[in-house]
């Protein structure tokens, strides 16, 4: 289906109101999330023990507008019954807060490991490897709240895309720290943390990659969730 | 939204009916059906199909042509002068419009419920009776007892009425009228009921009483209904024709219809947008 999700042209203003509000308020609380995960990162990058301190101390940020959001989709069903591209649009946002909750709490991870690391007075270069799956995973999770921001199928497709690399780079920082352990025993403290966040980053480029999914959904109404990136495309060809 | 759709030439956009509109071994099939009330024409070129043991909900703005189609089912239009129908109906294969067809025989094959219950000023037993006395489908007094009671327990109000049934039916409530008059419907044993928006003048309990009731009938019959209300459609029905302008826009699985349709002037509807 390709009909238009105009959200200023129900007859009821109010109604119109409402689901524009709801989709700002997940936009905004995708805005706070980014900043958390980019923050996280840095803070680990820079062994910042003050930044990390700040994202792991402001996830309840994010919790709260979780809670909120959900009362207004929840409000919205009860009054208005929304159905079609109204009721996608709402049954994406409740799913799409839940992904962005889980990135929050893998950003707060991020934090809580970059005070731990930067107390051990470790050097930053001994994980310069998460730099590029960081980086990676930002951009991801960027482009899908772009792609849920402008309603883009074909932006959501090309995100969903970049996950296969993204494993790809965590495998190879899996093995290398494994490495790291075998050759110096005494490292393993910290590369186990290492690990962790690398884990954390892996984990927000799937969330990333959820909400690409729900993008679709809300846009051309098929569930392409669990089916590979060429069913999905043969999927929404039909 | 940032994006803001150009109002659809209505006529231009309705080319043809999006979706499914005919299925296997359909109980009724309408083919390329015209109504004119005189001049005006009310219903353009709408073919579809029933099918058994379904429910299928007919929705659209007033005047779209819906309650006009359904009153075609059985022949209910023939009593309006002035109005006009062409194209093919068949019931079960049978052509419906021929000549040797007898409307009122036709009327207990396919039977209706109307919007405002509408009890005879009899009693119970009476209103529920009078079909199978017209229709000679009781040899005597049991087996006429036995269709009474049977009628009243499939429409679900035996149990209410069971002490009183030389009561007035109009001294029920608006609820129980309904039901009396599904009883009424049921009693010349139809094949198909139809509903023109059977709940509208009903309390959400009534309401939810009548929606399971047509659950339940669904195992016997098949069952057209006319509705404003999308819940309702989306409650009840299987299938979901949505009517514009006399056009049939769209047909698909209620399931489909309600969550991903592909027309937009169905989404428009449905989701109470500007047509």
């Not at chain 1, 809670?67 to 709402?90: F, G, H, K, N, Y």
């Not at chain 2, 359904?70 to 009593?79: F, K, Q, Y």
Request: include cysteine; aromatic fraction near 6%; charged fraction near 25%.
């Amino acid at each position: 289906m390709d009909t238009d999700l105009n959200l200023t042209q129900h007859i009821s203003h109010r109604f119109n109101e409402e689901l524009e509000e709801v989709r700002n308020m997940a936009l905004n609380m995708g805005g706070l999330v980014e900043k958390h995960v980019s923050d996280g990162l840095k803070a680990l990058l820079k062994a910042d023990s003050k930044l990390g301190e700040k994202v792991a101390s402001s996830d309840y940020k994010v919790n709260a507008m979780e809670v909120d959001i959900d009362e207004q989709c929840t409000l919205i069903l009860a009054r208005r019954q929304p159905a079609a591209s109204d009721l996608r649009l709402v049954v994406s946002i409740i799913k799409t807060i839940t992904d962005l909750e889980r990135i929050g709490d893998e950003a707060e991870q991020l934090g809580i490991a970059a005070i731990k690391l930067a107390d051990q007075n470790t050097k930053p270069s001994q994980f310069v490897e998460l730099r590029h799956l960081g980086e990676h995973v930002k951009g991801m999770l960027h482009d899908a709240l772009d792609a849920f921001a402008r309603m883009d199928v074909e932006a959501a497709l090309e995100t969903i895309q970049t996950s296969t690399i993204l494993n790809e780079e965590y495998d190879a920082i899996s093995r290398q720290l494994i490495l790291q352990m075998m050759e110096d025993p005494r490292q393993i403290k910290n590369a186990l943390r290492v690990h962790w966040c690398a884990r954390s980053l892996e984990r927000i480029g799937d969330h990333s990659e959820n909400i690409c999914e729900y993008v679709v959904y809300l846009v051309k109404g098929r569930d392409v969730r669990h089916v590979s990136i060429d069913e999905m495309k043969a999927e929404l060809e039909d | 939204m940032t994006q803001v759709a150009e109002a659809p030439d209505i006529h231009q956009a309705i080319d043809g009916t999006v979706g499914s509109p005919f299925t296997d071994k359909p109980k009724m099939s309408t083919r390329n059906v015209d109504v004119f009330y005189g001049d005006k024409q009310a219903i353009f070129d709408v073919s579809l199909d029933i099918g058994n043991h379904e429910v299928i909900a007919l929705i659209g703005p007033s005047g779209c042509g819906k309650s006009t189609y359904l009153r075609c089912l059985n022949r209910m239009n023939d009593t309006i002068p002035g109005c006009s129908v062409t194209g093919e109906f068949r019931l079960d294969e049978e052509d419906i419009y021929v000549k040797s067809m007898d409307p009122v025989l036709l009327r207990a094959r396919v039977g209706m419920v109307f919007q405002k219950p509408n009890p005879f000023p009899k009693s119970i037993y009476d209103n529920v009776a009078y079909g199978p006395k017209l229709h000679g489908l009781a040899g005597n007094r049991a087996e006429l007892d036995e269709i009474v009671v049977s009628s009243l327990q499939k429409a679900g109000l035996y149990e209410e009425v069971k002490d009183r049934l030389n009561v007035s039916g109009t001294g029920l409530s608006g609820g129980q009228q309904q039901r009396l008059c599904i009883a009424r419907t049921i009693a010349v044993s139809p094949e198909v009921i139809l509903m023109d928006e059977p709940a509208s003048a009903l309390d959400p309990i009534a309401t939810a009483t009548i929606e399971e009731l047509i659950d339940e009938l669904r195992q016997n019959y098949t069952i057209a209904i006319v509705t404003h209300s999308m819940q309702q459609a989306a409650r009840v029905s299987q299938r979901t024709a949505y009517f514009h302008l006399g056009k049939l826009v769209e047909v698909g699985d209620t399931n489909q219809i309600f969550t991903n349709p592909q027309h937009q002037l169905t989404e428009n509807y449905i989701t109470g947008r500007f047509g």
